[in-house]
């Protein structure tokens, strides 16, 4: 199914998914409010979904935390929110699908075994080579791949236009369950968004390079499709992006309408109200407003 049919029958879900690793920071807050306005300007329904299934990573309550600052800023979801931790039962019945199928298969190479043959590099990282694909020689499995080809994956961004991906030659055969027993996140959205429902992802462009191996994960589960919609990164003083592990500050909700609205300007949304409440909704005709220019072919 395409991702302009799926939509065309099915309500308008969207999405913010967190991972509570440490408390929002403003290109957190960006990400939320542009994936919370989306879901307003279509009358659609908007869902958070905390992402703790790395477990190790998230320091106690800050799941709490993160649902209260979105609360303070006026971003309340249309259900109680999910968390990954409780839903690994979900993420192993689809691994053992894919298992079955002969598109997934068991991995024993170390690190050290990886660096010592692969020959691309993608990132920074080395790109898996393709080791155990035709088995493991006897060693005992330590993680889970997909087996990818090398079909192109072509899909459409309403902010960005169409994209295209080879993930055999880009990626390689990417881990779906890691060699300390943790789901990768991969596994874990595509999973969590068909479960849920969700029709439309709008996240930062930091994340587009992830959508080719969702995509290949939906063909391969049998999925629906669903559009896609990345948003301008938030950079620092320094020209990297905000994020938590470069050290971004805690967002400061001393004034929750003012951070709004300077996230809302990141956004390319100069809104002008005080109010929180006038606020949102100046911002939902803006963003109806900024979308309506973007190269979208099949609007909702």
Known sequence: MSAAGSADVTPYVGRFAPSPTGPLHAGSLVAALASWLDARAHGGRWLVRIEDVDLPRCPPGTDALIIDQLARCGLAPDASPEWQSRR?????????????????????CTRAQIAANATRM?????????TCRNGTDGRPARAWRLRTDGTPVEWFDRRLGPQSQNVEQSVGDFVL???DGIDAYQLAVVVDDAEQGITDVVRGADLADNTPRQ????RALGLPALRYLHTPLVLGADGEKLSKQNGAAVLDLAHPAAAVRQAARQLGLPLQSTALPDLLAEGVQAWRGMIAGFPNPNPP
Request: hydrophobic fraction near 45%; glycine fraction near 10%.
């Open 88 to 108: 690994s039962a979900l993420y192993a019945a689809a691994l053992a699908r894919l298992l079955e199928q002969g598109r997934a298969y068991g991995c024993a």
């Open 215 to 218: 995509i290949v994960l939906q």
């Open 177 to 179: 369950r890691r060699a």
């Open 122 to 130: 993608r990132h920074g990282e080395l790109v898996y080579p393709g």
